[in-house]
């Protein structure tokens, strides 16, 4: 307990003695204390393994106090701001850039391997100053055998044959761990290559995401949008073939520019629209299908139908939703 020791009177004779008032522990110790400016506070500290902490060492942390290896105390009150948007949704994307030069009459290699395990997508475009020229995207797993991979424009192509220096734009999407660009022609000037290899935009939409409802044509899968038309193919009942054309929707209820598409048959497919016998190729379907809607655009009233890129498909199924 701390108490106060209040001095005796002194001597005879009427006369008052006096003396300060001194202020104890609870084992007799004089509390002390210092003068820091003009104010005076009493010496009250913690001991700690002999030590008295000085209470006048206690101050405000700053900006530049590490509270702990990964942590650090903002004292400016303004909040440091996250990525993102307007909408609160984080996004990043990464990618990287290639480019290759080649003159004629050199031919080979014109960008050589990329290991592509964190992309799933890429874009080119070859440019030749004069001349023609034929070149290849070629994939591969172990990064020696090297096989030409499929891509397109508009219209999907195995092999970019171009006979006039007009630049051409490119993509696909990657099916194989490695890429590289190979010339396997050049006439006059000199070719130029740019490729880039990304993962596309990663988007939570979790604060967008509304419901799925599975039949009536106003159902809301995202917050304003409504699904123009959907379509499901059972590949063990109608077979997909890479001979003909099966179709997957007669006609399209409303237009669309977005697609979402599932693909379990274990094959790549094409995806085609027209009329039976004038189909006219869109996209390519890897197996597996799109995780992200694929920016197509479909009018109403059209019959949407698929053919196989390489053998039959006689399992799984296809199932197809476009997003006005």
Known sequence: MTYIVIPTSGGGGGGGGGGDVNIHDAVGNNLTSQVNGTQRALDVGVNVAGVQIDPRAIRALTASDVISANIRMDVSGTPTAIPGNSLGLLTSTPYATYIGTMTAPTTGV??????????????FEARMSVGTF??????????????NHPFGSFTPNAVVNTTTNVSGIYSAQIN???LRWNVSAIATGTLTVTAIVSDNTRTDYGGRY???IGTPATSTFFAGRTRAFFGR?????SNITNAAYTQIVASTAAGTANLWISNSTGQPLVLATGA??????QIYIPNGGWSYPVNLAISAS??????????????????????A
């Open 302 to 323: 059209v019959r949407i139908s698929l053919k196989s890129l390489n053998t039959t498909a006689s399992t799984g199924e296809v199932i197809l939703q476009g997003m």
């Open 233 to 237: 193919l059972d590949a063990s009942t």
């Open 276 to 281: 039976a016998g004038s189909e006219t190729d």
């Open 134 to 147: 034929t070149a290849q995207i070629q994939g591969s797993n172990d990064g020696i055998n090297w096989s």
């Open 110 to 123: 014109i960008i050589s391997s990329i290991d592509c395990a964190n992309y799933r997508f890429v874009t």
């Open 176 to 178: 194989s761990r490695y």
């Open 210 to 212: 509304v419901s799925i």
